[in-house]
């Protein structure tokens, strides 16, 4: 949903089961350079905060499916659905924010990055998500 000043992605399910998460995701791989801060797991989220040298953050978020909602800041910058691998994924850009949500149709996941990630290691990314 694209409305004045923000963006709405949202996910939902018709399984009821769907609220909480059964599996945990984590990425296997990292942008070179790049190593895992902070995990917080809880029933609803896993948010995983990797930092590099230069203080440049890419912050990984899994939640279920079901009622989930993400509101990015529309104001600057530009919105666009993009085909990476076999997902389709919302990428925002604020020139200073870098967005990709997605679902792999079981969760909804999001990668923020205050740098532009190429496509490889976007596909690199996406292809080294595993359950712990």
């Not at 609803?44 to 905060?49: A, I, P, S």
């Not at 499916?65 to 666009?80: A, H, I, P, Q």
């Amino acid at each position: 949903i694209f409305e004045e000043f923000f963006v709405s992605v949202s996910y939902e399910s018709e399984d009821e089961n769907n609220e909480m998460l059964k599996d945990v995701y984590s990425l296997t791989y990292l942008p070179e350079g790049y190593t895992v801060k902070e995990i917080i797991t809880t029933s609803v989220l896993v948010k995983n905060k990797s930092t590099n040298q230069n203080g440049n953050v890419i912050l990984f978020e899994q939640r279920p499916l079901s009622k989930t909602n993400f509101l990015v800041d529309s104001e600057s910058g530009y919105s666009r659905m993009e085909d990476i691998d076999e997902y389709e994924i919302y990428y925002r850009s604020t020139g200073e924010l870098h967005y990709y949500i997605w679902t792999d149709g079981k969760y909804s996941l999001k990668l923020r990055s205050d740098t532009k990630l190429s496509y490889e290691e976007i596909v690199l990314m996406l292809n080294g998500i595993r359950t712990k």
